[in-house]
């Protein structure tokens, strides 16, 4: 379905004052240029320029048949024929015939002109390209600005080079090498001619690759960024070649290239293809073979191919066309630039493909799938089509017509992968496409455009006599054929006048037509007048808000019609092509008198933005199907919730109520993060419409970081309404709690917290985490702080505070980040939040969390063991008993710690610092190498601190170094220390270490009771866990054997009992 819409999209027109009847006309960059009729001449007009003034005109080697002009390099390709032969010409260089120079070189393809003919860039260049066969169609790339040509069963693509003194340098010495000394003299001369043109450049083309085909004849041909496109009668193939350093195997033509599929001699058959359309990898599936010759110009270059689109079409002849009427026209591939992309070095973003048919268009999009984007049906028979940025032209007979395209709504998603999500919208790539309002003209017959420039040539009653007569011998042909099949249904008892069907059937002329093509017409001589006009088109801001305007009247007859949301989607995408060609201007350095610079960007900002706001409204009213869309539009509109509320209040004794468009951005709105409060007044309302609306989000809504100016009492007496309704919920329970403690109710706030058991308030914030928190979301670096609720629980249950912490922690609600945030915000940095590092302690699986942990309570603690008694008053939620029953990260404590316990009476902070840390250290969890430079601050002095480093020393499996300082600082403990330390393979530390030192020790200090007691137990170990050979051997030999003996003895009997 087309739409048609009552806008203009043309400015002005001016006639081009051209004083011979054109023949051929198109347009490149900047420049009109039009073949008079004969052939032989081009001009070349200025269209940026009022009334197109003359640039330049010159002369053709024989009489131009097809012309192109290529932006990338600014030169002209002509399709030529002198003496029934046919050239293929580049002409470079020509706005030089402006000064009338006289001069122009002529050269063969890769052959430079020597001297200053070539580098004093003063003359026209004419480049031959011979060429095995004839050329039948042109095509040039926008992008490289390389040339491909078409011919009968070929495509040759030559690449664009450009030839500067500096890249020729060697060749020129080589060459110097072998001329005498006189020419050597010359060449001198004119280096020193050409070194101030250093910057000046000679095209020239390579012959890059050459795809040989059969089973079309191209009419036509189109290339841009690697796609290759081929439109015959009624068929197309787009290819898609990819230059690769990979060496491939070359492929020769097969015979099936070398002999004609389709047989001329079988005349009396008409062949009808069967239509088709194959779509990427499935398009190689086609009849048509395509192989690939290298030229081997570029050894180091090689091509592939792939098969991306091929749509064949059956002739319809029923559409009141001729079999030659039929024909497919205006192949057009169009590149794409986005935003974010350099138009002078990236690869367009976007690549369409348009055909048309004389009663429909297509348009395809090429990159990220192949896909039809829109079907152009057409009210009568078009000639040509011409794709822009904003537009699709078409022309017939007697009108200049325009449709919106699409090309815009594929890039907007290409270029921003937030298109089609909450937070932005586009309107779908499928949309139907619209008609605007046509311009009516006299005998159209060609149509061309570049940036906002229409250029169109209507030429009327330019019927030859000769046509007349043909005509003439057609009608009287048709004729005969109706009355003869006629008879042949009346002899066999059939009326065809009874029958509409088979009456409409004879009258259609096509069953002596054969499937003939007939040559394209010369240009007529016989004119009787002729115009080349030159439409401009209004700017996109300009033809927007004619939209605008337009969709008022939609809006007045029905606002939530889809013909109004049609039509500012229309606006929509033409305001974001409008803006992607102001990129790519700015970013090229062009500047259009239509599209001027940074404030017409600014202008075209400003009313995307407006556009994006009618059409939140169009959704925000429209039906359930699309009203999601309400919440994006309305976000790329930049409007306020507030604005949003004004927009969508119903106005007084209105039917309408609020749209679901509007709840659904209202509701998705509040349950997420907004930096913008509401004021009391639009709280209070959102308030109100919610508990008609959606009564199940009213605890998420009060909840809402947005709603803190709400009325706590007005919202408190809607919530118990909720509760009668509904029921009792723990989320409920608590933002009526919430609420009270807004209003200072505190009695009602501790009734309604202790309705629930703890466990269940624990549950309700994970259902609801922003009755403790704002902000964060789960997201690393968002900011948290935390609630009214949140303050009051830290004071009055900062238990339950710290397990609903952990709580929102283990449901990704909260980062670990984001707690100790809250609890420093809470005045609570070295209190309640060490709690609830060892409450995560308790609850965490995660390994790198765990030892983030362990580290941040070792360090805590060790503060603590140094820090002033008034620093530790705090009383910790779990005692270290508390912690080493119910947390396997806790280790019981080492039986010889006790043994080191400090006389002196220390504060129960101090203690519980102490052994939370001994049993740290005691634990399976904790790294000692992290902890130990920690430990370097403290003293040994102390037996406390002492016990620490001895812990370290002893997890390390220092058990030597360990037995002597603990000797030296307290031996009482050594033999706890050696019972639970010195088991299984450490055993031998009995007698290897400790007895020597024990004996030494006493040795020294013979009245020393403590150490003759150790070495009494030690002696009863080493006699338990030795041989006697074994003993005797350890028995010093310093006379004291007589206090071994009895131990001996014992030893003895108890190898004899086992």
Known sequence: ?????????????????????????????????????????????????EGCPLICRFATMGTVRRIQHSTIGDYLVTIEEKNSATYLRVYTNWRYQAEEKARVGVRLLGHLLRGASAWGGVQMEIIEIPLSEHPVALASCPVKGDLLVGCEKTLVLFALKRHTQQNLKENQQNLQSSWSNTEQSCSQNRGQNSAANQDLSVLDFERSVILHFSKIFPKQVALCGGYVAIQGDLEVLVLKLRATTETTATEEPSDSFKSADHQEDQVDFLLIPKHQELLGDRAKECDIPINIEQTGMEESRHYTLSYVLFRRFTPEFFQGCSVEEMLLHSLQIYPMFTCNQSVSVDEPACMFCFFS????????????????????????KVLQAVLTDHLLHVITKNALQSFTVRCSAVAARVEDPYIDTTMKACPPCSL??????????????????????????????TETPEETERHTQRRGLELKEHNMLTAIFLAVGIDPATTPALESLLSRPFLSRRWAISSPKETSTVGHGWNLYVVNTVPPLTLYQEMVEYSQRYAENNPQGLGLR?????????????????????????????M????????????????????????????????HLALPYYRMSGLSVTEVISRNRPLQGSPHSYGPGFLFYLKHYLLEEMDQNLSQEDADDVIRILSKSEPSILVSVCASPCM???????TLQTLRRLEDTMGVSVPLTISMAAMALRLGAVAQY????????????????????????????????????????????????????????????????????????????????NTLQVDFWEAMLMASSQDPVIQELLFRLASVYIDRLTANESLTKHKSLKSADDLINSCSHYGALYPWLSVLDPAQTFSYHHREALHKLQSLLCGPSLSVGTVAPLLESLSEETLWAFSLHLLCDTRRGHYNSSIEQLLDRCPQAIIAYANHQLQDKHMSLWWKKLLPELCE?????????????????????????????????????????SYFLPHLLTCSQRHLLT
């Open 750 to 829: 501790t009734e309604l917290m202790e309705r629930h058991a703890e466990m269940l308030l624990v549950y309700g914030f994970i259902e609801e985490p922003r009755l403790l928190l704002h902000g964060g979301g789960g997201a690393k670096h968002n900011q948290v702080c935390p609630t009214a609720l949140a303050r009051q629980l830290a004071d009055s249950q900062p238990g339950l505070l710290v397990a609903a912490m952990v709580a929102l922690y283990e449901n990704s609600k909260v980062q670990l980040e984001q707690a100790d945030q809250v609890f420093k915000e809470l005045g609570y940095e």
């Open 708 to 714: 803190v100016n709400l009325d706590p009492a007005a």
């Open 432 to 461: 139907e496409v619209c008609a605007l309002r046509m311009q009516l003209f006299i005998g159209l017959q060609s149509v061309c455009a570049y940036g906002c420039h229409v250029i169109l040539l209507s030429t009327a009653d």
């Open 357 to 380: 048919l004389p009663t429909a268009g297509y348009l395809y999009s090429l990159r990220g799938g192949v896909e039809l984007l829109s079907a152009y049906q057409y009210p009568e």
């Open 1 to 49: 379905m087309v739409h048609v819409y009552n806008c203009h999209p043309f400015a002005s027109q001016q006639i081009v004052q051209v004083e011979q009847e054109p023949g051929l006309v198109c347009c490149g960059g900047t420049t009109l240029f039009v073949v008079t009729t004969g052939g032989c001449k081009v001009e070349a007009y200025n269209l940026e320029k």
């Open 566 to 594: 049609h039509l500012l989607s229309e606006a929509h995408l033409l305001l974001r092509s409008a803006l992607l060609e102001s990129s790519e201007r700015q970013q090229s350095g062009k500047c259009d008198r239509n």
């Open 1001 to 1041: 020790r006493t040795r020294a200090a013979a009245d020393n009771s403590i150490l003759l007691g150790a070495l009494k137990e030690t002696l009863v170990v080493v006699a338990m866990e030795t041989s006697p050979a074994e003993f005797l051997e350890l028995i010093p030999d310093d006379g004291t054997a």
């Open 596 to 627: 001027a610079a940074p404030t017409h960007r600014e202008e075209l900002e400003e009313a995307f933005r407006q556009n994006c706001a009618q059409l939140g409204d169009s959704f925000s009213r429209g039906s359930q199907k699309d009203c």
